[in-house]
Structures are given as structure tokens and as C-alpha cells.
């Protein structure tokens, strides 16, 4: 049993509070990761309301991580020594889900996930002799975590890891998502220009994309999207109609639409804004417990495609490396991203930048 640091979550509306907790030895099928670097993903925050129906409190938040085996349970092929990225979305690979070759969707452990516990019902986190829970079984947020081996991406030794801790969720989600829906010569919309949004546009441009218009209410978010390959900004606190501005600068609607807010209201724009006949709306931003969106059935009969994305539609143990791949070949821009740093002791100062708009992404790093 080892003895850590980690960022705790006692009730939602809270602030996190730095903790000692014991982190038990890794099981069958598991890997203990020493987390050298974790970013700050707006997911989280989901808990810190109380907004997030799979969170069970005291809990060990983050899900944004990098990091180095140290130990592992019977029936692993991982080793000590390997570097890894932790996934909220398994690749077991024998599952229906895995099997189709239909989807990156893998629910073999989502039960006992969604109930912050690990595959045998319990957790490996305990502190004062309680148990303390796992959050979307990663839990980036102590400096040594238990996951299972089938949630671990094994990725090349030379990728630094406060930089790809990126790729364990917001990166990969909009360059994925990107990647599988524009084609070159392409409109393309993004609303939301936080850390999906923005590598949604970097996807895009990856894409041969013709035309990349990012929409957001915060101009100051402009100069790092184009930086991208933005090519329009559109202020949406400065227009009157903001599907307008876009069917404007498009002739008619973008071929693809990429919502990043998850704001209900900002979605039907998405959806509005994709152009009739062909047009694809991707749904990225996580929705409110609970949300419904209203949206006209004609637009789909003429021809609009409305598709969500997980995880950018990456299968995360068999597909991740080709981005950390395209990080190191200069590709893919991931420092850039980075505007904070800072030590587990700042993680509440981090979220709370991320709620004022502040800059895109803050990278903690957890080791010595």
C-alpha cells in the first residue's frame, strides 16, 4: 500500500482539498500508474456541481492524465516502466462493441465505473480507513492511481508526458472528431472555442478543411484558434443571429457543424447552422442531466446528418499512438494549449480560471 497526495471531492460545491489517502495494490487485470501530469477538463467540473449522475462521493477526480507503470496485478501484459495514458473509455476488445467495429464504445466495465468502483466492486483508494472513490476510472488527480489494464493506452517512451496527458480527452475528442467528419474543401463551424473546440479546429485544418469559423463569446479566445487555422471568428455576443453570420459566411450552412459547449441553446444552433442536403452537426459539448433537445425534423428529412462523438470516435488502446505520433512528427500543436501550470496544490485555482474563461488548459504536474 502506498501513501499519496491526491485531490479529494467530499461533496459537490466544494472545493477540492489536498489529501493523503492510501492507494491499495492493483488487482487482476490492473496497473498501478505513478501520474506524472494531468490537464484540467471542463468534465470535471461536471462533479464539482453535482451535476454528474456517475460520481459517487468522497471522490478522486481527473481524468486528463499521463504517466509510468509501477506495479502491476496477475494477467497483465502492461510492465513496470511502460508509459501510459489513462482512458474514461476502455478498449477490452472482445466485447459486442468492441467486436462491430461499429464504434469506439466499450461498455464491458461501465457499471462498476459509473459507481466509482473498479471491476471487482471496490476501490483502491481509501483514506482514514474509508473508501474513497475512483471518477471515471482514472482518477488523474493523485499522484498514484489504480486503472484497469484495458482503460491504459501504452505509448512511445519519448513523448513527453506533460504535454500528452492532453490526449487523454480533450485533444483527442476534437481532432478525432474532426478527422472522421470533414473532408477537404470543407466549410466547417466550431461553436465553443475551450479545449475541445480549439482542436476541433486544429483537426479540421488537418482535414483540408477550406474555411474554419469559430464562434464563441470570448474574443480572447480568437488568437490561439487561429493560431490553429481559424479563418473567421464570429462574436456571439456581437450578432444578432449567429446561424445568420454563418449561413452568411458560407453560402447557406456549413458542411460540418461542431457544438463544443454543451449548452442546449448552442446546440440547435449547431444544428441550424449545417448546411441542408449534406450537412453534418457534431454533437461534442457534455449536456446537463436530464437536457432534451428540440429540433425541427424537417432539416433531418432534407438530408442533415445529427451524430454525437466520443472520445473523437478514437479507440483508445489501438488508435491513441497515431496522435502522439502526430504531436512528435510537429503536426499536432499541444504545448500551445498549455496557458497554466502548476503543482496538485493549485488544482482549485486551475478550475477556477476554467470557469472564468481564462485561458485554455492547465497542466498540473504530480511528481517530485
Not at 459509473?114 to 483502491?124: A, S
Not at 475528442?173 to 470533414?182: E, H, N, Q
Amino acid at each position: 500500500m502506498i501513501s499519496t497526495q491526491a485531490a479529494v471531492l467530499h461533496r459537490p460545491g466544494e472545493p477540492l482539498t489536498i489529501e493523503t489517502i492510501d492507494v491499495h495494490p492493483p488487482g487482476p487485470g490492473e496497473a498501478l500508474v505513478e501520474i506524472a501530469a494531468t490537464g484540467l477538463c471542463h468534465t470535471d467540473t461536471t462533479a464539482l456541481d453535482g451535476d454528474n449522475p456517475s460520481c459517487v462521493y468522497p471522490a478522486v477526480l481527473g481524468h486528463e492524465g499521463a504517466g509510468v507503470v509501477v506495479e502491476t496485478g496477475p494477467e497483465v501484459d502492461l510492465r513496470p516502466g511502460d508509459h501510459v495514458i489513462p482512458l474514461y473509455g476502455p478498449e477490452c476488445g472482445t466485447c459486442s462493441m468492441c467486436r462491430s467495429g461499429r464504434t469506439n464504445l466499450c461498455w464491458s466495465i461501465k457499471a462498476t465505473r459509473d459507481r466509482g468502483v473498479l471491476p471487482d466492486g471496490t476501490t483502491r483508494f481509501s483514506l482514514g480507513g474509508q473508501p474513497v472513490h475512483h471518477f471515471m476510472g482514472t482518477s488523474t488527480l493523485s499522484r498514484y492511481t489504480v486503472v484497469p489494464e484495458i482503460a491504459l493506452s501504452r505509448i512511445r517512451p519519448d513523448a513527453p508526458l506533460d504535454a500528452v496527458c492532453l490526449l487523454g480527452c480533450g485533444v483527442t475528442t476534437g481532432v478525432g472528431a474532426a478527422l472522421a467528419d470533414v473532408e477537404a474543401g470543407d466549410d466547417v463551424v466550431v461553436l465553443g472555442l475551450g479545449g475541445i473546440g480549439t482542436n476541433v479546429v486544429q483537426g479540421a485544418r488537418l482535414a483540408g478543411a477550406a474555411r474554419i469559423i469559430g464562434v464563441d463569446t470570448v474574443p480572447a479566445k480568437r488568437k490561439l484558434a487561429e493560431r490553429f487555422g481559424m479563418t473567421d471568428f464570429v462574436h456571439a455576443g456581437e450578432v444578432d443571429d449567429v446561424v445568420e453570420a454563418i449561413r452568411e459566411l458560407t453560402g447557406g450552412g456549413a458542411d460540418a457543424s461542431f457544438e463544443c459547449t454543451g449548452i442546449v441553446p448552442v446546440m440547435r444552433q449547431a444544428v441550424d447552422a449545417a448546411r441542408p442536403g449534406w450537412g453534418t452537426c457534431v454533437l461534442l459539448g457534455v449536456e446537463p442531466t436530464g437536457a432534451e433537445l428540440p429540433i425541427p425534423p424537417v432539416g433531418v428529412r432534407y438530408g442533415k446528418t445529427i451524430k454525437g462523438s466520443y472520445f473523437g470516435g478514437v479507440r483508445g488502446r489501438t488508435g491513441l499512438s497515431r496522435f502522439v505520433d502526430l504531436y512528435l512528427d510537429g503536426d499536432l500543436d499541444l504545448d500551445s494549449q498549455i496557458t497554466h501550470r502548476g503543482r496538485l496544490a493549485d488544482v482549485n485555482d486551475g478550475f477556477a480560471r476554467m470557469a472564468a474563461g481564462v485561458g485554455i488548459r492547465t497542466v498540473l504536474e504530480l511528481g517530485s
